[in-house]
């Protein structure tokens, strides 16, 4: 992986210091698992289930979406998921409702530039 990237993805709020050691400093196999991130249904079916208020689901898919985004050191994302866990884990909805803009946010910032990676 480029440093360039790598700097970049600093700015997006990733600790890729973090994210270089948990893959054994192996920046390709790294850029990998970025790659597919994009690809990743959690952040969809979350979002649709806070919708259509399941909390279950709703809970699951952000589970999963913090673990998958804290693997990848996505620390911007995990911080902003991790409330949402929260929120759901105690069954309140309304609050979980209230924080997902952040995730949103930090999901399509993260995705964006992920998209827009050279092959």
């Given at each position: 992986?480029?440093?360039?990237?790598?700097?970049?993805?600093?700015?997006?709020?990733?600790?890729?210091?973090?994210?270089?050691?948990?893959?054994?400093?192996?920046?390709?196999?790294?850029?990998?698992?970025?790659?597919?991130?994009?690809?990743?249904?959690?952040?969809?079916?979350?979002?649709?289930?806070?919708?259509?208020?399941?909390?279950?689901?709703?809970?699951?898919?952000?589970?999963?979406?913090k673990g998958v985004s804290a693997n990848l050191s996505l620390t911007r994302l995990t911080e902003s998921v991790s409330?949402?866990?929260?929120?759901?884990?105690?069954?309140?909805?309304?609050?979980?409702?209230?924080?997902?803009?952040?995730v949103e946010e930090a999901y399509r910032e993260i995705t964006a530039f992920l998209r827009e990676l050279p092959a």
């Amino acid at each position: 992986m480029e440093k360039e990237t790598m700097l970049s993805l600093e700015r997006l709020g990733v600790d890729t210091e973090s994210a270089l050691a948990r893959f054994m400093n192996n920046g390709a196999l790294y850029e990998k698992f970025l790659r597919r991130f994009v690809q990743d249904q959690n952040y969809a079916a979350l979002t649709e289930a806070v919708r259509e208020g399941r909390v279950q689901d709703a809970f699951a898919a952000a589970h999963t979406l913090k673990g998958v985004s804290a693997n990848l050191s996505l620390t911007r994302l995990t911080e902003s998921v991790s409330e949402v866990v929260e929120a759901l884990r105690a069954g309140d909805l309304e609050a979980a409702r209230a924080l997902m803009p952040a995730v949103e946010e930090a999901y399509r910032e993260i995705t964006a530039f992920l998209r827009e990676l050279p092959a």
